[in-house]
Nanobody
Framework: QVQLVESGGGLVQAGGSLRLSCAAS????????MGWFRQAPGKEREFVAA????????YYADSGKGRFTISRDNAKNTVYLQMNSLKPEDSAVYYC????????????????????WGQGTQVTVLS
Protein backbone atom coordinates (compact mmCIF):
# COMPACT_ATOMS: atom_id res chain seq x y z
CA GLN A 1 0.00 0.00 0.00
CA VAL A 2 1.00 3.58 -0.55
CA GLN A 3 -0.34 6.62 1.21
CA LEU A 4 -0.88 9.74 -0.86
CA VAL A 5 -1.22 13.30 0.39
CA GLU A 6 -2.08 16.14 -1.96
CA SER A 7 -1.28 19.80 -1.38
CA GLY A 8 -1.13 23.05 -3.28
CA GLY A 9 -4.78 23.67 -4.00
CA GLY A 10 -6.43 27.00 -3.36
CA LEU A 11 -8.24 29.98 -4.77
CA VAL A 12 -6.92 31.61 -7.93
CA GLN A 13 -8.14 34.07 -10.54
CA ALA A 14 -8.85 32.88 -14.05
CA GLY A 15 -5.62 32.85 -16.04
CA GLY A 16 -3.56 32.11 -12.97
CA SER A 17 -1.45 29.11 -12.05
CA LEU A 18 -1.22 26.52 -9.33
CA ARG A 19 1.13 23.64 -8.72
CA LEU A 20 -0.29 20.61 -6.97
CA SER A 21 1.94 18.16 -5.18
CA CYS A 22 1.32 14.57 -4.19
CA ALA A 23 3.63 13.10 -1.57
CA ALA A 24 3.75 9.33 -1.38
CA SER A 25 4.76 7.25 1.60
CA UNK A 26 4.99 3.54 2.14
CA UNK A 27 6.50 1.73 -0.78
CA UNK A 28 8.51 3.95 -3.07
CA UNK A 29 6.28 5.71 -5.59
CA UNK A 30 8.71 4.99 -8.42
CA UNK A 31 7.12 1.52 -8.49
CA UNK A 32 3.79 2.97 -9.59
CA UNK A 33 2.14 4.72 -12.44
CA MET A 34 0.71 7.92 -10.99
CA GLY A 35 -2.28 9.94 -12.06
CA TRP A 36 -4.29 13.03 -11.30
CA PHE A 37 -8.08 13.08 -11.43
CA ARG A 38 -10.62 15.72 -10.54
CA GLN A 39 -14.21 15.85 -9.46
CA ALA A 40 -16.49 18.85 -9.62
CA PRO A 41 -19.77 18.99 -7.66
CA GLY A 42 -22.42 16.81 -9.27
CA LYS A 43 -20.01 15.33 -11.78
CA GLU A 44 -18.10 12.10 -12.17
CA ARG A 45 -14.46 11.91 -11.21
CA GLU A 46 -12.51 12.44 -14.42
CA PHE A 47 -9.00 11.82 -15.66
CA VAL A 48 -6.63 14.78 -15.80
CA ALA A 49 -3.10 13.44 -16.35
CA ALA A 50 -0.93 10.39 -15.79
CA UNK A 51 2.77 9.61 -15.82
CA UNK A 52 4.77 6.42 -16.17
CA UNK A 53 7.06 5.01 -13.51
CA UNK A 54 10.15 6.57 -15.03
CA UNK A 55 8.43 9.75 -16.11
CA UNK A 56 9.03 9.28 -19.82
CA UNK A 57 5.39 8.74 -20.82
CA UNK A 58 2.69 11.27 -19.98
CA TYR A 59 -0.96 11.45 -20.94
CA TYR A 60 -3.37 14.34 -20.60
CA ALA A 61 -7.07 14.82 -20.90
CA ASP A 62 -7.99 17.10 -23.79
CA SER A 63 -9.19 19.70 -21.29
CA GLY A 64 -5.67 20.17 -19.93
CA LYS A 65 -3.46 19.73 -22.96
CA GLY A 66 -1.15 22.68 -23.41
CA ARG A 67 -2.00 24.05 -19.97
CA PHE A 68 -1.23 21.25 -17.50
CA THR A 69 2.06 19.44 -16.97
CA ILE A 70 2.50 16.31 -14.89
CA SER A 71 5.94 15.46 -13.55
CA ARG A 72 7.52 13.37 -10.85
CA ASP A 73 10.58 13.37 -8.65
CA ASN A 74 11.13 9.77 -7.64
CA ALA A 75 13.92 10.72 -5.25
CA LYS A 76 11.35 12.74 -3.31
CA ASN A 77 8.47 10.30 -3.86
CA THR A 78 6.45 13.23 -5.17
CA VAL A 79 4.29 13.82 -8.21
CA TYR A 80 3.35 17.29 -9.40
CA LEU A 81 0.66 18.85 -11.53
CA GLN A 82 1.52 22.30 -12.85
CA MET A 83 -1.64 24.05 -13.98
CA ASN A 84 -1.42 27.23 -16.02
CA SER A 85 -4.02 29.46 -17.67
CA LEU A 86 -6.63 28.19 -15.28
CA LYS A 87 -10.29 28.50 -16.14
CA PRO A 88 -13.37 28.50 -13.91
CA GLU A 89 -14.30 25.10 -15.34
CA ASP A 90 -11.08 23.70 -13.84
CA SER A 91 -12.57 24.17 -10.38
CA ALA A 92 -12.81 20.81 -8.66
CA VAL A 93 -11.31 18.61 -6.00
CA TYR A 94 -8.10 17.19 -7.44
CA TYR A 95 -7.04 13.70 -6.46
CA CYS A 96 -3.71 11.97 -6.77
CA UNK A 97 -3.82 8.25 -7.47
CA UNK A 98 -1.44 5.33 -7.82
CA UNK A 99 -1.80 2.28 -10.04
CA UNK A 100 0.01 -0.42 -8.09
CA UNK A 101 -0.57 -3.31 -10.51
CA UNK A 102 2.96 -4.59 -11.22
CA UNK A 103 1.77 -6.46 -14.31
CA UNK A 104 0.31 -3.46 -16.12
CA UNK A 105 2.83 -2.09 -18.56
CA UNK A 106 0.74 0.76 -19.90
CA UNK A 107 -0.11 4.13 -18.38
CA UNK A 108 -3.78 4.03 -17.59
CA UNK A 109 -6.21 6.89 -17.98
CA UNK A 110 -9.02 4.84 -16.46
CA UNK A 111 -10.13 5.67 -12.95
CA UNK A 112 -10.91 2.06 -12.03
CA UNK A 113 -7.34 0.94 -12.65
CA UNK A 114 -6.01 3.18 -9.89
CA UNK A 115 -6.27 1.52 -6.51
CA UNK A 116 -4.71 4.02 -4.10
CA TRP A 117 -6.10 7.51 -3.69
CA GLY A 118 -5.33 10.62 -1.73
CA GLN A 119 -7.89 12.72 0.10
CA GLY A 120 -7.94 15.45 -2.52
CA THR A 121 -7.18 19.15 -2.64
CA GLN A 122 -9.67 21.83 -3.63
CA VAL A 123 -8.96 24.08 -6.58
CA THR A 124 -11.26 27.05 -7.13
CA VAL A 125 -10.81 29.33 -10.11
CA LEU A 126 -12.61 32.66 -9.98
CA SER A 127 -13.91 34.27 -13.15
Amino acid sequence: QVQLVESGGGLVQAGGSLRLSCAASGRTSSSYVMGWFRQAPGKEREFVAAISRGGTTRYYADSGKGRFTISRDNAKNTVYLQMNSLKPEDSAVYYCAADTDPNRRSVSTTRNEYDNWGQGTQVTVLS
